[in-house]
């Protein structure tokens, strides 16, 4: 369903996933006047100690779907993993934005590299594997080194493999599980950036400045912004971004990962959601990327993407969380906590932003 006019202050918006970034999205929301309703699995998300209401339910449970639908103005999602079938049962009922399709783009790789290079843009060389015999033929034709993934559920470097001269086919291909996977050929990247970008029911378009990303055993350790790059390398990255939201007729927040290499952006990975690389736009922007999400998704004009200061964003992975008291005593420095009980190794459990103000 599509929405028929901006939602007033005191409307609910429903989130699907209950982590961090339905959180954020939820204190964004709480700002504007809005409530949230977070609908997650599992008992303990972070968002719900944030939020109006939640829902703890199973995301193929029809009847607790149904109730939620009804008490919802507006649905939308903070993981790009929500079963199809969740978003076509909750679509038929309420709003849903972004929308069923560029969720169905995001979840399988195959289906998002074929999207993008569709739309001309450059992106890694690739072939789907779906059997052993397909690896061997796929890496004839790439050559090493290359990178298995998983079609479908991977995040964090999870469900992928490395093939490198000494490799065994066969090994890698048991490694993710024998399950339906692309080979990527493997890009000899100088950076990697990512563009955030936004856009509204009324089709207007806005796209922040381009975070430079950092990254330590697959998780993102930090976002400096502005990145080194190019004045016409920041354009392109931004013209990638306001093309990829027009073509899906987008309405919300996307995060899209590229690389910089000597000729040219290559495009990663679509995340159809507020992003991690995101996060520096809550202290350095006029307008975050979860108000603007909220904004966007409630049928409001969308805000400014201008920033006020460079910024760096830190992750607190972890144990990192433990510094929280040190870290207080830095000026500058704006502090995210997640709320989440256990400091698991690799879990997210906060992030930092230190601003460095720009002179005007
Ligand atoms: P992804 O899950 O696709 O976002 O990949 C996670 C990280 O692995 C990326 O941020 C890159 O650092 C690295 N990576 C993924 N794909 C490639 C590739 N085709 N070539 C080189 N590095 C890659």
Known sequence: MRLSKPLPPNSTIGILGGGQLGRMLSLAAARLGLKCHIYAPEADSPAFQVSAAHTVASYED???????????????????????????????????????????????????????????????????VDSLADLETALAHIGRPAILKTRRFGYDGKGQVKILEG????????????VPAILEGFVAFEREISVIAARGMDRSVAVYDVPENVHRNHILHTSTVP???????????Q????????????????????????????????????HNSGHWTMDACLVSQFEQHVRAISGWAIGSPASHSDVVMTNL??????RWGDLSEEPNTAIHLYGKSEARPGRKMGHINRLTPRQS
């Open 62 to 128: 029809e009847a607790a779907l149904a109730r939620f639908a009804k008490q919802v103005d507006v649905v939308t999602y903070e993981f790009e993993n929500v079963p199809a079938t969740t978003a076509v049962f909750l679509d038929s009922r309420v709003p849903l934005y972004p929308g069923v399709k560029a969720l169905a783009i995001a979840q399988d790789r195959l289906a998002e590299k074929t999207f993008l290079a569709g739309e001309g843009f450059e992106v890694a060389p690739f072939a789907a």
């Open 167 to 178: 490799t065994s086919p066969g090994e890698a291909f048991e490694a993710i599980g024998g």
């Open 227 to 237: 990145a080194m790059i190019s004045p016409e390398t920041t354009r392109q990255a």
């Open 239 to 274: 013209h990638i971004g306001d093309t990829i939201v027009s073509v899906l007729d987008y309405v919300g927040v996307i995060g899209i990962e590229m690389f910089v290499t000597a000729d040219g952006l290559v495009v990663n990975e679509l995340a159809p959601r507020v």
């Open 317 to 322: 992975i972890g144990d990192d969380v433990n």
